[in-house]
Nanobody
Framework: QVQLVESGGGLVQPGGSLRLSCAAS????????MAWYRQAPGKEREWVAL???????NYADSVKGRFTISRDTAKNTVYLQMNNLKPEDTSVYYC??????????????WGKGILVTVSS
């Protein structure tokens, strides 16, 4: 009923910027806390950033000061602005969030992920 679709990934040089988007679609009543995770090759998935329904944000230490998470409630979309990217940011980035459907069912959803490669 609900899908999360990431976009905006790709190849960028060290020091560059990218903005990821996560668009929710389907029978959405409301979006709760949303987050971004990432998984590098051969490593476990790790949390990157979160934003509450009230707009409060929190970040992993590895991205603090470089990444900014935001949300557009009217568009059911969450963003991750990534600046000063480093090679170690290379990962598949996943959108995650708790969404309440029009059936008033609250479920945790994951997107399929999008690849970000930081390389010269």
């Amino acid at each position: 009923q609900v899908q999360l679709v990431e976009s905006g990934g790709g190849l960028v040089q060290p020091g560059g910027s990218l903005r990821l988007s996560c668009a929710a679609s389907g029978r959405i009543f409301s979006m709760g806390q949303m987050a971004w995770y990432r998984q590098a090759p051969g490593k476990e998935r790790e949390w990157v950033a979160l934003i509450t329904s009230g707009g409060n944000t929190n970040y992993a230490d590895s991205v603090k000061g470089r990444f900014t998470i935001s949300r557009d409630t009217a568009k059911n979309t969450v963003y991750l602005q990534m600046n000063n990217l480093k090679p170690e940011d290379t990962s598949v980035y996943y959108c995650n969030g708790r969404i309440t459907s029009t059936d008033y069912l609250s479920t945790n959803y994951w997107g399929k992920g999008i690849l970000v490669t930081v390389s010269s």
